[in-house]
């Protein structure tokens, strides 16, 4: 995928993740120097500037050269711009939460199941049981490598780093086309988390008013057989 620049001209319009070019304007023991063109020079740390242990700086860049970066933290207050010549992942761990949908591609198959790239940090596991109501023998018969699918975090493991994923309910709690309708655009995933919630809470709502409406039942086929009872008497 092509790296896609963005443009700014003031620290104030810098935000988390943005990519950004650079040229390398000075090389310290600590990290890089690096000149955006802003009003302020942002700064890559040694450990930010290769996924592997880097021991100098100027093993990877030197003066005059132009670099790649993304936005880690900024501080237009203080003047200060943290960059990383790592490319971030597009969902740092600590954005994600169990029940948000995502749409992410088959990396990996095994007989248990399939690894899903969601954008995160690691691939999540979708296992063969999670990919539908029925029975599935074999993640093949569902998806194959490369497939573009949806699915919803099912649990986290935030110490260990472990996604699990699952399929299940998300195509039927997603709203039937109209035909006779306009077509509505593509939902986000955001939207689609906030829609699977909204649905849980009304499914709640129903599920407790037909227990209510059992009990009532209940109460009054006990009232009616005691009145039977007292008018056979």
Known sequence: MPVVYSQVSSINELQPKMCLKGVV???QLYGAVID?????????????????????????????????????????KKGRISLTMVEPPAVEWHELQEEQVYTGTVTRMEPYGVFVDIGAERPGLLHVREMSEGY??????????????????????RQRKRIDLSMKGIQEEMPEDDP???EEPARTTMELA????????REKR???????????SEREEILERTLSMHRGR
Do not use: C, M
């Open 206 to 216: 129903q599920r407790k008013a037909q227990r209510r409406r059992l009990d009532f």
């Open 136 to 157: 599935v023998r074999h993640p093949s018969e569902k998806v194959k490598v490369g497939d573009q699918v949806v699915v919803r975090i099912l649990r986290l493991d």
């Open 36 to 76: 955006l063109g802003l009003e302020y020079d942002g700064v890559v740390h040694i450990s930010q500037l290769a996924p592997k242990r880097v021991n100098s700086v100027t093993d990877v860049v030197r003066p005059g050269d132009s670099v790649t970066v993304w936005v880690t933290q900024v501080n237009p």
């Open 180 to 182: 006779g309708e306009e």
């Open 194 to 201: 906030l829609y699977r919630a909204q649905q849980s809470r």
């Open 25 to 27: 304007k000075e090389t």
